[in-house]
């Protein structure tokens, strides 16, 4: 009997003891999510938490979070978010212990979805009835709803002893639980380490040892979207991320003391490449934290973390994922979109405010001579009180003495005055808190858009793998050892439309580009194009394309404004190795030095943001938003973008304030004018998009504005009798026309000519 005593005595206190440390961790998870923030306001993710936990811990869980509210001040501003979990919290106790039924995922879902939007609603429309509150309300409650469902979702369908099958909505509700994670966390900061960015490293680096390079580019992209959730101040340094998943992902395989050294070393790199300020600082402390956590991290246990998590044996692994990552991509835009309309509709519903009719109600309904103004004499009283609006407007404030001479007789002349000046002044302030929140509601859709893009841009880089060829893999690999390489990894593939491609990362030496597109065209019978080499830091990646269709004639000619002066254009062109050639040219503000900052940081960034897979769209945006931020000085440059596609001749134009561009195309001369702005004015750039076909020997001009309009006719007629000209003699014939018009340059002056070749 002692025995048995004892055992339940052991048994009491080992259940007391695991109840306290949930409890305990409850609370301070409470705590966390309550201190959230998604762009500077209050998260809804303390309403998504109180919505998931059980009846018996939801009062603990409130505990918790109103301990963060008194610490960091914030009651007063987080009143809906307080108001919805005590309205879930007796919801669900109605539900659960009162009726006795259970919630399913779906049940959570709708629970704590409606609460949070009607307690939401309520309180702004008690507290501040602005248009823009209900906007952000919206965003929010969305918001809310993906997460409570991601969340609920995944722990009712899957227990974490078992394996989960990264398909389907499972994936999708994994991806969002995980933006939604770290961007919550990217709010705790501990001295100067953001403890949101240490983790999404961490996790970087795990699953490019679990996974290689695949895991670790999904991972990275998800990691951007959740620092483009949270802040833009996190996007641009962030960017380097993807490189670096991708660079850790083939090293993977030689340890983690080596995947973690190359993940630092690349951010390191890529971060100070950007310029040397506190964030960079910041960005590479975290990176550094991460990396060393990871190397110190037992092996054992982080095999046994990530072996939850296995990829679908079935199937296409590559469309799969591709399939994923575009329907997490059109669920955040049709998200978008929704809060866009609703946000409209919303302003359009709000009257303008009347001035005369809210003094009036203020100081005359309790006026003892309303009857003989309002009644008796209404049309001179309302004319002398728009007099006083006027003069309100004019001055921005009514002092006694100013007040119209109709209104000498009214009784009350000093509250009059005065309450036209309060009734000013706050129109102001309200018209000022709308354009913040109509600002912040622009940038939210706009990193929203974006993260749409990215993720669908690197849904069809995805989309594109087919076979790998192992034997082609490691004919490469052979031969770059052999001719000096180190540390070689090489992988040959086909794409869906047949296309052989080879890519990979070695140290050491470079090998001779024709013998090596020789001795592999020779062994896989396939006619490749000249290696493309790019190189960080000692590490030297390479891509090989079987040879297309066309081949480009580039050719650049710039003159200075300024003899002795660096000009303020810019030309970048380059290969992808993937069948397509870029070229960008940027003209930065004024001429010289000053412009060329701009056009080089312009022209640069687009360049690499396009040779790690974004979109041009994407990248101009996140470039946008960099040159918007990066100095208090005004700062912009235009942006004259081509990419050609080399097996077809197919050619997307964009333009963001170029000068007119010409084609030519057997004697026949198109031009392309924008009305866009330059790249850094805007905070929404609307770039114009043409989309043609290039034929064998068509021509494409890109100039900067220093080609005066009056050259426009002589290009076009240089233009009509180039089929025989190198894109050297028409860039030199062009520069000439230029100088008869003026023989000194008043302006920097660039021309860019690419012509088709056939290969």
């Known amino acids: 009997m002692q025995r048995i005593s004892a055992l339940k005595s052991n048994a009491v206190a080992r259940h007391t003891a695991s109840s306290m440390l949930r409890g305990t961790v409850i609370f301070l998870l409470a705590m966390l999510f309550a201190f959230s923030k998604i762009r500077g306001i209050p998260s809804p993710y303390i309403a998504v938490f109180s919505g998931i936990l059980p009846v018996s811990y939801g009062m603990i869980g409130f505990m918790g979070a109103m301990l963060t509210y008194f610490i960091t001040g914030n009651v007063g501003f987080s009143i809906p978010e307080i108001t919805s979990m005590l309205v879930i919290f007796i919801v669900k106790i109605f539900i659960c212990e009162v009726l006795g039924k259970n919630l399913s995922y779906k049940g959570i879902t709708i629970v704590t979805s409606v609460c949070y939007t009607v307690c939401s609603f309520v309180v702004t429309f008690l507290l501040s009835p602005l248009p823009s509150s209900f906007a952000v309300i919206i965003m929010k409650s969305l918001l809310c709803t993906v997460m409570t469902f991601s969340i609920s979702y995944i722990t009712e369908k899957k227990a974490l002893s078992e394996k989960l099958s990264i398909e389907g909505i ?32 961490f996790m970087i680096l795990s699953f490019a040892r679990r996974f290689r390079s695949s895991g670790a580019v999904i991972l990275s992209s998800l990691s951007i979207a959740s620092f483009m959730l949270f802040s833009d101040d996190f996007v641009t340094i962030s960017a380097v991320l993807t490189v670096s998943a991708v660079i850790c992902g083939f090293v993977s395989e030689k340890g983690v003391m080596i995947t973690s050294l190359s993940f630092l070393m690349i951010n390191v790199i890529g971060a100070i490449s950007s310029g040397m300020n506190s964030d960079t600082a910041k960005y590479i402390a975290d990176i550094a934290t991460a990396s060393a956590v990871f190397m110190l991290f037992p092996e054992k246990i982080l095999s046994r973390f990530l072996g939850i998590a296995t990829l679908s044996s079935t199937g296409d692994i590559s469309e799969n994922i591709s399939g994923k990552l575009s329907f997490l991509a059109n669920s955040i835009g049709e998200i978008r979109e929704k809060a866009e309309k609703l946000s409209l509709a919303l302003e359009k519903k709000t009257p303008e405010e009347n001035l005369s009719i809210t003094v009036c109600e203020r100081v005359c309904s309790d006026c003892r001579g309303n009857m003989r103004c309002w009644e008796n004499d209404f049309d001179r009283t309302s004319e002398n009180f728009d007099n006083a609006k006027k003069l309100t407007y004019i ?84 031969y770059l050892i052999k001719n000096g390489a180190t540390d070689v990894v090489s992988t040959a593939f086909t794409d869906k439309s047949g296309k052989t491609f080879i890519s990979g990362y070695f140290t050491g030496k470079e090998p001779d580009k024709a ?58 062109s380059f290969y ?76 997307k134009i964009m333009k963001l304030g170029g000068s007119t561009s010409f084609h030519c195309s057997k004697g026949q001369i198109k031009k392309y004018s924008s009305a866009s702005f330059p790249i850094g004015i805007l905070s929404k750039i609307s770039p114009e998009e043409y989309s043609l076909k290039l034929r064998e020997n068509d021509t494409l001009v890109f100039t900067s504005d ?35 018009f003026s023989s000194a340059f008043s302006d920097d002056t660039t021309v860019a000519v690419v012509k088709l070749k056939r290969n």
Request: proline share 1%; net charge negative; hydrophobic share 35%.
């Open 576 to 651: 992808d190795g993937k069948g397509n050639f870029y070229a960008v040219l940027s003209d930065g503000m004024g001429r010289g030095n000053r412009a060329a900052i701009d056009s080089i940081f312009a022209s640069s960034s687009i360049e690499k943001l396009l040779s790690a897979g974004a979109d041009f769209s994407s990248a101009a945006k996140l470039i946008n938003s960099a040159m918007q931020v990066k100095s208090d000085d005004e700062s912009f440059a235009t942006v004259d973008f081509v990419k050609i596609g080399l097996s077809g001749g197919e050619t």
């Open 706 to 740: 220093g080609i005066s309009e009056e050259t426009y006719p002589v290009i076009s007629e240089i233009l009509r009798r180039s089929s025989k000209l190198s894109s050297d003699e028409i860039s030199e014939k062009i520069m000439s026309a230029q100088k008869t």
């Open 515 to 572: 013998d090596f597109c020789e001795k592999i065209s020779d062994f896989a019978d396939v006619d490749f194009s000249l290696p493309v080499f790019s190189y960080t830091n000692g590490l030297i990646s390479f891509s090989m394309e079987e040879k297309p269709r066309f081949d480009i004639d580039f050719s650049v000619s710039s003159v200075s404004s300024k003899e002795n002066e660096q000009s303020g254009d810019t030309v970048k």
């Open 170 to 201: 499972t994936a999708v509700t994994l991806s969002v639980f995980y933006i939604f994670i770290i961007s919550s966390l990217c709010s705790v900061s501990v001295s100067f380490l953001n403890i949101g960015r240490i983790l999404s490293a």
């Open 395 to 478: 001055n921005g404030e009514l002092s006694e003495n100013m007040l119209p001479e109709g209104l000498s007789s009214c009784y009350r002349r000093s509250a009059l005055a005065k309450e036209f000046t309060n009734a000013f002044r706050e129109r102001n302030a309200c018209i000022n808190t709308k354009r913040k929140f109509r600002e912040m509601r622009g940038l939210l859709f706009e990193e929203l858009d974006m993260t749409e893009n990215l993720l669908l841009s690197l849904s069809r880089d995805i989309s594109s793998f087919g076979i790998t060829d192992k034997r082609l893999s490691d004919e490469t690999k052979k």
